[in-house]
């Protein structure tokens, strides 16, 4: 406003001045120059409106377009050309309008905007419909758990057999009162150190009615989820703990772990930068109980209150038992079907263990159905059961809690065994 102010005062003050004059002694371009000069000739020293920039709004609305360019834009859209076998969009509309003879007296759209505003007003835009999010229904304290993993992003490990997730964090959060259960960190986090850390979280707080968790091979033992259920699914099926497995890429189905693995990252992990395993642990124990006895959490649970402070009396869980059938996970896979190609020799394959059905029925597939109370394999092809053969590797008497947690560590350790054979294979 300045440099407008000063060209107005050298207009009245030399006004036979030529634009190269005013240009240099105000510092402007000789178009700003042009522009001002007309805008500011005749007006008084003391206007201050006219030095005021001049909105480039419309004053007066547009001319609306013919009825019959409205009804040709949504005839293309309609009924596209040959040429073109599929629903157009503004810009082949636009093509296809400027080079229609019978248009050639009206006024056209020149802009995209102009055309889908027209096709938008004609419902011939489909919206999606809004979605309205329902708030999840709590479940009771302590009774649903969710776990996951996530990158300690800078935390290196002591060693070099990874080349990314490095340092990874295991967290378990309950659902109905967002309580951080349980938060380790290690650097070699697989099928075996997956069911260690779950077993600690359990010896420690009890056992939970339910757990949820989504496909990562450590848990599941294949992305896929059609094999034998993983030593880790065992463990916690022997226990009594019913699994819901998320379906793949929906996050959104643990929302609680996901949500706390943000806080995690911008509240410890960037703040803190852990550089080591060790560092990452010790920041881990301090945040954990800052997380659940200090932090106000804005979570409809804990209305802007800690977690702890939010729910001062919890029940108590049911404790690890003294025994384990290393069986009770046949009950909840009872009628479970299970896929199979029978192999060069006849045989198919389930878990770890080879079954003979029948060397005619080569390259053919066939459904396995679990049945519980028999211990067995219905093999059927279509409807028709060719063959019940009994299920391997059952133990077939309880067993001592330690003795029962050594076999699931064995059995992981052979999983992750499989699992690496099967992925080297592969590459």
Same mark, same amino acid.
């Given at each position: 406003?300045?440099?407008?102010?000063?060209?107005?005062?050298?207009?009245?003050?030399?006004?036979? #001045?030529?634009?190269?004059?005013?240009?240099?002694?105000?510092?402007?371009? +000789?178009? #700003?120059?042009?522009? #001002?000069?007309?805008?500011?000739? &005749?007006?008084?020293?003391?206007?201050?409106?006219?030095? $005021?920039?001049?909105?480039?709004?419309?004053?007066?609305?547009?001319?609306?377009?013919?009825?019959?360019?409205?009804?040709?834009?949504?005839?293309?859209?309609?009924?596209?050309?040959? /040429?073109?076998?599929?629903?157009? &969009?503004?810009?082949?509309?636009?093509?296809?309008?400027?080079?229609?003879?019978?248009?050639?007296?009206?006024?056209?759209?020149?802009?995209?905007?102009?055309?889908?505003?027209?096709?938008?007003?004609?419902?011939?835009?489909?919206?999606?419909?809004?979605?309205?999010?329902?708030?999840?229904?709590?479940?009771?304290?302590?009774?649903?758990?969710?776990?996951?993993?996530?990158?300690? &992003?800078?935390?290196?490990?002591?060693?070099?057999?990874?080349?990314? !997730?490095?340092?990874?964090?295991?967290?378990?959060?309950? @659902?109905?009162?967002?309580?951080?259960?349980?938060?380790?960190?290690?650097?070699?986090?697989? /099928?075996?150190?997956?069911? =260690? /850390?779950?077993?600690?979280?359990?010896?420690?707080? &009890?056992?939970? @009615?339910?757990?949820?968790?989504?496909?990562?091979?450590?848990?599941?033992?294949?992305?896929?989820?059609?094999?034998?259920?993983?030593?880790?699914?065992?463990?916690?099926?022997?226990?009594?703990?019913?699994?819901?497995?998320?379906?793949?890429?929906?996050?959104?189905?643990?929302?609680?772990?996901?949500?706390?693995?943000?806080?995690?990252?911008?509240?410890?992990?960037?703040?803190?930068?852990?550089?080591?395993?060790?560092?990452?642990?010790?920041?881990?124990?301090? !945040?954990?109980?800052?997380?659940?006895?200090?932090?106000?959490?804005?979570?409809?649970? $804990?209305?802007?209150?800690?977690?702890?402070?939010?729910?001062?009396?919890?029940?108590?869980?049911?404790?690890?038992?003294?025994?384990?059938?290393?069986?009770?996970?046949?009950?909840?896979?009872?009628?479970?079907?299970?896929?199979?190609?029978?192999?060069?020799?006849?045989?198919?394959?389930?878990?770890?263990?080879?079954?003979?059905?029948?060397?005619?029925?080569?390259?053919?597939?066939?459904?396995?159905?679990?049945?519980?109370?028999?211990?067995?394999?219905?093999?059927?092809?279509?409807?028709?059961?060719?063959?019940?053969?009994?299920?391997?590797?059952?133990?077939?008497?309880?067993?001592?809690?330690?003795?029962?947690?050594?076999?699931? =560590?064995?059995?992981?350790?052979?999983?992750? +065994?499989?699992?690496?054979?099967?992925?080297?294979?592969?590459?």
């Amino acid at each position: 406003m300045k440099d407008r102010a000063r060209l107005r005062q050298l207009m009245h003050k030399h006004p036979d #001045w030529t634009n190269r004059q005013y240009m240099a002694v105000v510092g402007r371009s +000789r178009k #700003w120059v042009q522009k #001002w000069k007309k805008r500011l000739q &005749g007006t008084a020293l003391d206007d201050r409106e006219a030095l $005021c920039s001049q909105s480039r709004v419309r004053k007066t609305p547009p001319k609306p377009y013919h009825s019959a360019v409205i009804e040709r834009i949504l005839e293309l859209r309609d009924q596209p050309p040959e /040429a073109v076998p599929r629903k157009l &969009g503004p810009l082949a509309i636009l093509y296809y309008l400027h080079r229609d003879p019978q248009l050639s007296d009206y006024r056209l759209p020149r802009s995209t905007s102009t055309i889908w505003k027209i096709l938008d007003s004609h419902q011939r835009i489909l919206r999606p419909p809004k979605i309205e999010h329902q708030p999840m229904e709590l479940p009771p304290p302590l009774d649903t758990w969710e776990i996951d993993f996530t990158d300690v &992003g800078t935390a290196q490990a002591d060693h070099d057999r990874k080349r990314q !997730h490095q340092v990874e964090a295991f967290a378990v959060v309950d @659902r109905g009162t967002s309580i951080l259960i349980d938060l380790q960190a290690s650097d070699d986090y697989h /099928a075996e150190t997956a069911v =260690l /850390a779950m077993a600690s979280a359990l010896l420690l707080n &009890g056992l939970p @009615r339910c757990i949820v968790l989504d496909r990562d091979p450590r848990f599941i033992g294949s992305w896929s989820a059609d094999e034998f259920p993983s030593a880790f699914m065992r463990f916690l099926l022997n226990l009594g703990i019913t699994l819901d497995i998320c379906p793949a890429r929906r996050p959104d189905l643990k929302p609680f772990v996901e949500r706390y693995f943000r806080t995690l990252k911008d509240e410890s992990v960037r703040v803190k930068r852990p550089a080591t395993l060790i560092q990452a642990k010790d920041f881990f124990e301090a !945040h954990r109980y800052t997380y659940n006895h200090e932090r106000p959490h804005q979570g409809l649970a $804990c209305g802007n209150r800690p977690p702890f402070v939010a729910f001062p009396q919890l029940p108590s869980l049911p404790k690890m038992p003294d025994t384990v059938d290393p069986d009770h996970w046949l009950h909840t896979y009872h009628h479970h079907l299970f896929k199979r190609r029978i192999r060069v020799n006849g045989s198919l394959q389930i878990d770890k263990h080879r079954y003979y059905i029948k060397r005619d029925l080569v390259g053919r597939y066939v459904v396995c159905q679990l049945d519980a109370q028999r211990r067995v394999f219905d093999v059927l092809m279509g409807k028709q059961i060719i063959k019940t053969i009994p299920i391997k590797g059952l133990y077939g008497q309880v067993l001592d809690l330690n003795d029962y947690f050594e076999l699931m =560590l064995k059995e992981a350790e052979s999983e992750q +065994r499989r699992l690496t054979h099967r992925r080297r294979r592969v590459a």
